[in-house]
């Protein structure tokens, strides 16, 4: 294939997004700023669409990897700008375009009034082209290019509110966060150009694969493969370096919405899946991932149970989730951890945008469960909507999530030990949190909070919409499993074409296969979610106040949670550190000590000149007195001897 035999739907996935923020920029801002959604609209559209045309190619063995032009070369090496169309890319791909297109809907209604409407839509739609960009790349250094603008589009919304120095804030501690994450992304592309002078996805996993099976593996792939980790971890906030998700929610609900759901996060676990060959070819990596994953799901999901903003609930939701997607690939799980990110993305939209509804209700960007309680019946189709994507988050049958949890509860009960005891404590902890987030919001009438006294009411069809599909889409997803399944099996095998014995070298690691409903993992996990919701029925429902309780008598207990079990403190302290280290290194040394030294080094000189310029003035009675005074010294010294 070459470029004239790329698919129309290739070209407008980059054409139609462009073209949107361009003339948004520049024609529609500047005429009539409350228009700049329209074309940006249009442009989802078109994405929307040219996305599952391209699943459908794929799913008909169209799968293409190709190079259009080389945009930085040395000599005979050269890193080339191309395009992969495969399982695992349009499989992520066709969730992010429906489930950003229904967020991009909901925002233009959202931020609607809002004096930066116009910026917001463009860096929004920026940020929508930024993760397109990093599905369909078809090397290591075009994704990272796609991977930091994803990373700058985030720190523009995160802080959107740039008036709020909370907002700010979050913002700076994402952006500085995912440097450090990006910085190992970009010393292991570093190490892959040395070791394989290569960047490409599919010549680099020939190479290992061949390498690996003769016996002779490279021997930096071990620290190429934990750089690559800690990029991932840095990018889909995993422990330790997590915390600055939650803080993310100082941007407009949107941003938090696409974030979570459909690009920011879900980037670094789409790394791992395209990087798992390389990463599987370590003894002892899939492991770790997995254990990070384990550690980062359970303890996420006990803090979310803690929390009291709406929006952090399902923020650490969030990390738990990701969490559980990076046990399924630690196990070996690749298509159910694209299956379950994909789910997610669906369940996850809506939650926050239903959060988003309830804050709008108020008029207030988010709220908090003591300005909540008992607004069901004044907020009823916000309240449909939550139920319906809060069933699938807790993988009730037979809603969606139910089928991506159960297969990763599956593996994890296969596997054993501590994994299996993680997958146990996930599934009630996520019921848990969710449950509690729901009752506490719609039912009951408590004293500690406001309730229908806040004058609740519900948002208008341009808010109401957008969740209502992605509330219908939490609940159908899961019979898309087979069709994952057939991506992710076929997605890798089949490219690239002409590489004599590639697909027969190539045995990926891990399993493509997305396992149906075992009786036994349907009764553990659906015995855990109910667990979990009867514990929160009982904490919010039958004991009222015991959330309220339980803080007012141990103001210790709520802080340890706050603090994230002092992972939080122990981050801040660090920070705090850094920074005086840093102010101690430009205030003092080099503004007061070095800077003094080199400007005191010209008053120094100078003074010796004008103490020497007095010697040597040429007057012949001070040389003649100098004369003398040498040679008496030298007579001296000559008669000591």
């Known amino acids: 294939m070459n470029a004239a035999q790329v698919p129309w739907a290739a070209w407008l996935l980059f054409l139609a997004p462009v073209s949107a923020i361009l003339i948004g920029m520049f024609v529609v801002r500047p005429l009539k700023p409350e228009w700049t ?32 032009y080389r945009w930085a070369g040395v000599g005979s090496w050269g890193v080339d700008f191309g395009l992969r169309i495969d399982g695992p890319g349009v499989a992520v791909l066709s969730m992010v375009a429906v489930v950003g297109s229904l967020i991009h809907l909901y925002a233009a209604s959202y931020m609607e009034g809002d004096p930066g409407f116009s910026r917001f839509m463009l860096v929004f739609h920026l940020f929508f082209l930024a993760m397109i960009g990093l599905l369909t790349a078809n090397n290591y250094v075009q994704l990272y290019l796609f991977w930091e603008l994803v990373g700058a ?31 190992g992304f970009l010393l292991a592309i570093l190490l892959i150009i040395d070791s394989f002078k290569i960047t490409h996805f599919h010549l680099l996993y020939f190479l290992v694969a061949r390498a690996t099976a003769a016996g002779h593996a490279p021997q930096f792939l071990p620290a190429i493969g934990l750089l690559l980790i800690w990029a991932a971890c840095a990018k889909s906030a995993q422990f330790p370096l997590y915390f600055w998700l939650p803080d993310a929610m100082e941007g407009p609900t949107p941003t938090s919405a696409l974030m979570h759901a459909a690009t920011m996060v879900t980037a670094g676990v789409f790394l791992l899946v395209r990087s798992w060959p390389l990463i599987a070819a370590v003894p002892g990596l899939p492991d770790l991932v997995a254990g990070i994953g384990a550690f980062t799901a359970v303890s996420s999901a006990i803090v979310a149970g803690t929390r009291k903003d709406l929006k952090r609930i399902l923020a650490y939701s969030t990390v738990s989730h990701l969490g559980l997607m990076m046990l399924a690939l630690g196990l070996g799980r690749v298509s159910v951890a694209i299956f379950h990110l994909i789910v997610h993305g669906f369940f996850k939209a ?18 908090n469960v003591d300005e909540v309680g008992g607004w069901r019946k004044a907020l009823p189709w916000t309240y449909v909507f939550f139920v319906a994507a809060s069933l699938s988050l807790a993988g009730i049958f037979p809603f969606g999530g139910f089928f991506s949890k159960d297969a990763i509860v599956d593996a994890a009960m296969e596997r054993g030990g501590l994994f299996a005891l993680s997958g146990l404590l996930i599934s009630a902890g996520s019921a848990f949190y969710i449950f509690r987030m729901l009752f506490l919001t719609f039912h009951g009438e408590r004293p500690e909070q406001k309730g229908l006294s806040a004058h609740p009411h519900e948002s208008g069809s341009g808010l109401l919409a957008p969740v209502g599909l992605l509330a219908l889409g939490a609940v159908v997803i899961g019979a898309a499993r087979p069709v994952v399944e057939t991506l992710v099996a076929g997605g890798w095998t089949a490219l690239p074409v002409g590489i004599p014995g590639y697909a027969q070298t190539m045995n990926l690691p891990g399993s493509t296969e997305i396992p149906g409903v075992a009786l036994k993992a349907l009764l553990i996990g659906m015995g855990m979610a109910a667990l979990g919701a009867a514990a929160a029925y009982a904490l919010t429902m039958v004991d009222a106040g015991w959330d309220w309780r339980w803080r007012k008598s141990s103001p210790a207990l709520e802080r340890v949670f706050d603090s994230d079990f002092g992972w939080k403190t122990l981050v801040d302290w660090f920070a705090r550190g850094v920074s005086s280290l840093a102010d101690f290194v430009g205030r003092v040394l080099d503004k007061k000590w070095w800077d003094g030294a080199i400007e005191g080094s010209g008053r120094v000189v100078q003074a010796a000149g004008s103490l020497f310029s007095d010697a040597a003035r040429g007057r012949l009675n001070e040389a003649l007195w100098w004369m003398a005074a040498g040679a008496a010294l030298l007579l001296a010294l000559g008669a000591a001897r």
């Open 37 to 68: 959604h329209l074309p940006i609209l249009a442009s989802c559209a078109v994405v929307t669409v040219c996305a599952l045309l391209l699943l459908q190619r794929v799913l008909m063995g169209g799968s293409f990897d190709l190079n259009f």
């Open 153 to 183: 589009a985030s720190y523009l919304l995160i802080g959107f509110w740039y008036h709020k120095e909370s907002a700010r804030k979050a913002a700076l501690k994402a952006f500085l966060t995912n440097r450090v994450g990006d910085f």
């Open 350 to 367: 809506a939650l926050f945008l239903c959060a988003g509804n309830v804050g709008h209700a108020i008029h207030q960007p988010t709220a």
